[in-house]
């Protein structure tokens, strides 16, 4: 699809399909990417398009370590895509699942580290401005299933912004919202206007659900859940867990405060306090702590990703797709932005000539000095694990 090849299909979900695949960068390297592709219904409707579109022109600002980056959103033949940073691990929601079904558990330290990553990336994003002016993103979908953990123990949060575009199109459909209604804050069940608060709430419950074993709000119908929500009274975690740490315990309900003017005030405060807490408990304390955890929890996976890498053969296209598609927020990300020094084959540049079977592209990369080695039948980066 345009620029990238789809190698394997990660996740589908109410709004899109979210594909694995790869594209060649400037120095001629192989970079994953994960491309999620909108169902038909939502790429055929113009007016989401556009709303979606308004959303990514404000992540496109997003650079930060504990936020996948968003490369593109391009409309394609007829379909809409937006090519993000590929995170080699798994979403929190799924990891917990896995868990829970292995008898494992993240334990309080490995929880901290998490949310205050997650933290971090929320924090970069709601005071991001663009000259001067603040954007006032609010994540609205602070969730497990939004938190990516890497193998290394990377965190990423994803879906930022999206959420408003998508809660006004998915209303219908029970279970999607179900799902998203769990970590609202209180403000956002009512249908209130919603600022950074908001998503230090949904921090919190995720905190809570790591912390307690189970999320915070449960209901048996989505009415009742809402009501739920709205209340905003959980059970105390510690009845859940008697052997949480009272300073977590102040934590979780110092985010969680019904009123948000009793909240933390920022993403900031509530991250400065988990990691106060973390190095305290835990000095020594490392990301590659969570990076064994995760690979404990996924060995088979990873195992299975491995064994796919050593059948791996590169597969070039005997053309160049000739059609990229428009990229919708191309003046958002200016003219510099790293989608457009992609291509769906490995362009060498620097002056050397084209390896066999190689073509040069008409969008080929700026020069850049040194010449480069194209990497054939392998992926780079999967040594890295
Ligand atoms: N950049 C990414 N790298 C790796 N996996 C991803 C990435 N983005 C999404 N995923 C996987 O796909 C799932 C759904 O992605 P998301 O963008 O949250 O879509 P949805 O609109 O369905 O919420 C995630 O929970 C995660 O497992
Ligand atoms: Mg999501």
């Not at 912390?211 to 048996?220: D, E, T, W």
């Not at 969570?290 to 996976?301: G, I, Q, V």
């Not at 791996?312 to 457009?340: F, R, W």
């Amino acid at each position: 699809m345009g620029r990238y090849h789809l190698t394997e299909r990660i996740a589908f979900g109410g709004m899109a399909e979210i594909f694995r695949g790869f594209t060649f960068d400037a120095e001629g390297f192989q970079r994953d990417v994960a491309v999620k592709k909108l169902l038909p219904q939502y790429a055929e409707d113009a007016a989401f398009v556009t709303m979606l579109t308004d959303e990514y022109k404000l992540v496109s600002h997003l650079h930060h370590p504990n936020i996948a980056e968003v490369y593109e959103l391009a409309q394609v033949d007829g379909a809409v895509l937006v090519a993000m940073e590929y995170v080699d691990g798994k979403d929190l929601r799924s990891s917990l699942r896995s868990a829970r079904r292995q008898e494992l558990t993240l334990d309080f330290y490995d929880a901290a580290y998490v949310v205050a990553s997650a933290l971090d990336g929320l924090h970069h994003a709601h005071e991001a401005s663009e000259a001067g002016t603040p954007l006032g993103i609010v994540h609205r979908d602070f969730s497990p299933s939004n938190i990516l953990i890497a193998y290394d123990g990377r965190v990423k949060l994803i879906d930022f912004g999206i959420a408003k575009a998508r809660l006004m199109r998915v209303q219908t459909r029970t279970g999607v919202i179900k799902g998203k209604v769990k970590y609202m804050s209180p403000e956002q069940a009512f249908g209130r206007t919603l600022d950074r608060r908001s998503d230090v709430f949904s921090a919190g419950s995720v905190l809570y659900e790591l912390c307690a074993g189970q999320a915070p709000f449960k209901a048996r119908t989505e009415v009742d859940l809402i009501y739920t929500v709205r209340d905003a009274a959980p059970r105390p975690c510690r009845e859940l867990r008697a052997d949480l740490p009272q300073e977590l315990a102040r934590i979780i309900a110092a985010a969680m405060s019904r009123d948000r003017r009793d909240r933390y005030p920022t993403a900031l405060a509530f991250r400065d306090d988990l990691l106060r807490y973390l190095h305290r408990e835990c000095p020594q304390y490392r990301r590659t702590r969570l990076a064994r955890f995760m690979k404990t929890l996924w060995a088979e996976e990873i195992e299975a990703d491995l064994r796919a890498l050593e059948d791996y053969v590169l597969d070039l296209p005997p053309e160049p797709a000739a059609e990229y598609g428009h990229n919708l927020i191309a003046e958002a990300l200016g003219p510099e932005a790293a989608y457009s020094h992609f291509s769906p084959i490995p362009t060498r540049v620097g002056g050397t000539q084209p390896l066999e079977g190689e073509a040069t592209l008409p969008s080929a990369a700026p020069l850049k000095e040194a010449p480069t080695v194209v990497v054939r039948g392998k992926k780079p980066g999967s040594e890295t694990r």
